[in-house]
Every structure is written in C-alpha cells, then in structure tokens.
C-alpha cells in the first residue's frame, strides 16, 4: 500500500509499506477521505512544537471497515471516523474524565504515524460509528469537536454576547456551535474570504476585519457597553491572543483554543477588577464527537460546506505548500477512492 512521510520539515516521500498488523483490540481501517488540519500544515513548514521526524500525518479521518481482531462493535463495511487522541486510561486525567488532555497522550499522526496512507490501524476503542454520515462529513468530525468542546467548556447562555477571534477551520466549527448554544456571536478575522463565508454561510449577524476596524469600539457598540461575556481565541496568535484581554466583560470567560508556544500577557489590575475566567481548551471528548454526529444528522451544521479543496493522495506531496499558503482554502480533503 501507499504512505506519504513527512520526513522532515518541507520534504514529503511517497513510499510502499505493507498492510499493518491488525494487533488485539485493533480495527484495520481502509481510508476514504482524510482532512488536511492546521497542524499538519505546521508540522510540514517544521513550525509545531514538539514535533519528531520522520511522520506520517493526518488525523481528520473517514474510513472504512476491513478487519476487526477481537470482538467490538465494528464489522466489515461499516464507515466509521476516529478519535484521534489516544489517552493512557490511568493518568489524573483520564481518571477525572478528561481523557482530552491526558498527561501520556499520544495524537495519532502527531505523536505517532497517522492517515497519509491507504490502511490504518487504530485501537477500536477510538474508532467512532458512522451513524448514516457521507464519508465528507465523517472527515469534519474531529476538527468540528474542538469547536464543540470549547464551546462546551464555555457553558454558553442564550443571547449571551461571545466574540471568536479567527474564524479558520477551527473557528468556524467553534462559531457553529456557539450558535447552536443560543449565542449572540461577534466574529473577528483579517480574513475578507473567512468573515464572508461567516455571514454567508454561518448566519452570523456581526463579523469585524481587525485591519479595517476598531474591535473594541465596535464591540462595545454592539454590546451597548458589556462587551463580550465569552471570549474564544482560535488563532493560536501571541498578539492577537494577547490583545483579546480587554474585550472580556467584567465577570466573563476566556477559552484559548488556539494553541500559540509562546507566553502570554494577562495585566493583572485589568483581568482582576473582571473577576475572569482563563481556560484553554484541548482536544475534545466523546460526548463532543457524539454532539457534533447528532447536529450533523439533524442538519444544524453543515460540514460539506467547509470543503473547499480536493485531491488525491498522490497529488499532495506535489500541491501540498500551495494548499498551505492559499487564502481560499477553508478545508481541504484528500480523496483516496
Ligand atoms: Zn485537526
Ligand atoms: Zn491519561
């Protein structure tokens, strides 16, 4: 079968592998479509932290059922997608119910090799059923959960006034969730394309670009002087992060979804007198990949229409720095059929 490496940063290789061994409790998976996320675009450019070479990347996954070697849920046909974040059970973490972000975790095609080839094979323990979902929508699976857990841990109220900063990948699913939780949603981005597909697509009533407009005087118009009660960074931007501080409503919430490695900069007197909240948000949980399938089959989000891009494994060594830097791609999908 087919594998594409990343064998350090900037170099991609096509090589042939053998099937892997279906090991106990594992499911070998056949690849249907794979998406293209933000991290494996860091980890080609050699911009993610703590990242170790060679690797196969990817982890947005829709598969399909080959073999199973034990006993689970799973048969042969079924179209299944995975939670890629492979916790150790044991840990304070995993023992608190927040396998997400266990101390021993292992991403699959970050921490280990992932879905740039043809066949997988995963614990079934973090395979996840189909449900009837287009194998298109099972590949938005994962990245719309981070959005949901976010939006999640946030514990929106109805009409309350939450401003996401970026409005990528990530972003939209946050903001599609944030809407389905009842919130007024505010939406800033330096992206035209982005902030268009938000109010086009998304519904979204108020989107700001930072280039052309003052963010904080324009919230505070919107929100009649509050602000926002929810703030959700998905940038992952040291200043955009940093300069976010201030649009908090005193006694509001601050999710970073966003991962950035450096530091950040909270004033003290100013995030004190609000009595703020500071979480970040990692990963997300079963019941985040369960809340995104069950919106999906009741068609409260739209997955395809974040598909922008298109291609085929062999095509991605040869496109893949282009897709990178193109500002028209929302998500892009590899087609293995
Ligand atoms: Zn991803
Ligand atoms: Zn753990």
């Known amino acids: 079968m087919k594998a594409l490496i990343c064998k350090s940063p900037g170099e991609f290789n096509y090589v042939e592998k053998d099937l892997p061994a279906v090991k106990e409790n594992n499911v070998l998976l056949k690849m249907k479509r794979l998406g293209i996320c933000g991290t494996d675009y860091h980890a080609f450019e050699g911009t993610q932290p703590f990242f170790a070479y060679p690797r196969i990347l990817g982890h947005e996954i829709a ?34 119910g927040k396998s997400n972000c266990c101390v021993n975790m292992q991403v699959f095609g970050v921490h280990i090799d992932g879905a740039m080839q043809e066949y997988i094979s995963v614990p079934a323990d973090a395979v996840v059923a189909g449900q009837g979902l287009s194998v298109d929508e099972l590949a938005l699976v994962e990245p719309l959960a981070i959005g949901a857990h976010g939006v999640g841990l946030a514990d929106i109220r109805k009409e309350e006034t939450v401003l996401i900063i970026g409005a990528g990948p990530i972003g939209l699913g946050t903001i599609a969730f944030a809407k389905i939780a009842g919130a007024r949603v505010i939406v800033a981005d330096v992206n035209y394309n982005r902030l268009a597909f938000c109010s086009d697509q998304l519904g979204v009533e108020y989107v700001i670009n930072p280039i052309k407009t003052d963010v904080f005087a324009r919230l505070k118009e919107i929100s009649n002087g509050d602000m926002a009660t929810v703030v959700i960074d998905c940038t992952g931007n040291l200043n955009a992060i940093n300069g976010s501080f201030k649009f908090l409503a005193h006694g509001g919430k601050f999710i970073m979804i966003g991962l950035q490695k450096g530091t950040i900069e909270v004033v003290h007197p100013e995030f004190h007198k609000r009595e703020a909240m500071l979480m970040s948000s990692r990963n997300a949980l079963p019941k985040d990949f369960a809340h995104v399938i069950d919106c999906i089959k009741q068609g409260v989000v739209k997955p395809l229409d974040f598909i922008s891009h298109r291609l085929n494994l062999n095509a991605v060594k040869d496109q893949f720095s282009q897709l990178a830097g193109d500002q028209s791609v929302i998500k892009a999908l590899i087609d293995f059929d």
């Open 63 to 96: 598969a399909e059922v080959v073999e199973t070697a034990s006993q689970n849920n799973f048969k042969p046909g079924d179209l299944v997608t995975i939670s890629p974040y492979f916790s150790c059970g044991h840990c304070i973490a995993c023992r608190n």
